[in-house]
């Protein structure tokens, strides 16, 4: 059996691994242990850690604590 190691951007992944998961004789070690709550709050994370870099890098900017808090 081969190991083939990828880098796939973050935003193709999802469709990657459904495209992967599609074909038979490909095995994902590790994808099966998640659930699906817990693979959306990783990607939700890693889609807030985005949005922070790019706040750093000042391309967007994000709410205050004040906003959020007068959405409530």
Known sequence: MKQVILN?????????MELVKSLGFVKVPGEDKL?????????GTKKSLVQVEQHLKGKIKLKTAEQ???EL
């Not at 796939?8 to 990657?16: A, E, L, Q």
């Not at 659930?35 to 990607?43: L, M, R, V």
């Open 68 to 70: 959020l808090i007068n």
């Open 8 to 16: 796939i951007p973050d935003n193709k992944y999802p469709f990657f």
């Open 35 to 43: 659930t699906q709550n817990q693979q959306e709050f990783i990607e």
